[in-house]
């Protein structure tokens, strides 16, 4: 069987984000952040004109998306213990959302936070929401494009990253 893919690395596939994460045993990570990169295959049948997708137009469909985590508190919003609640503080201040993890309270501004449709903010969690979510953009943005298969990685620091595969059956 022949297969084809693209393989996309480049130095603005990156976004800094602040987050923590909850471990098994209910401890958890001191707030920090940091400078993500993302690593990206895309693998497909090649079009009539020998494609699998144009580097060219690709790239900037992966970079809105990352933006859109970027300068971010990136919350789990399906951890079980997690709670938020909006407040607003003072008469003329921001809205913000308040976080409360056992006996943990944070409070930051709305326009700051996202909250994602995962358990955890770890590497591997935010590799499949951002898998995840190129699925479902790709085939809006490229009209007969097939994707096969899809390979995500988030790397949180150099040498260290959690991946997302896809393969369709």
């Avoid at 976004?15 to 990570?29: K, Q, T």
């Avoid at 358990?119 to 809006?140: C, D, K, M, Q, Y």
Wanted: net charge negative; glycine share 6%.
């Amino acid at each position: 069987m022949e297969r084809w893919s693209i393989e996309l690395e480049k130095e603005a596939f990156k976004f800094s984000a602040a987050h923590f994460l909850i471990f098994p045993d209910g401890s958890a990570e001191r707030l920090h952040g940091h400078n993500y990169r993302v690593f990206l295959e895309v693998g497909g049948a090649l079009t009539r004109f020998g494609l699998v997708i144009d580097f060219q137009k690709i790239k900037p469909v992966v970079k809105k998306l990352l933006f859109t985590l970027n300068e971010r508190m990136l919350l789990p919003g399906e951890h079980h213990e997690l709670r938020f609640n909006e407040a607003c503080l003072g008469e003329h201040a921001e809205d913000s959302i308040e976080v409360r993890y056992r006996e943990r309270y944070y409070a930051f501004p709305k326009a700051d936070v996202m909250i994602l449709p995962i358990n955890n903010t770890s590497s591997e969690n935010l590799a499949t929401f951002l898998g995840r979510r190129l699925l479902e953009i790709l085939p809006a943005e490229f009209e007969g494009v097939e994707i096969h298969h899809l390979r995500l990685a988030v790397e949180e620091t150099r040498g260290q990253r959690g991946v997302y595969h896809y393969t369709r059956d």
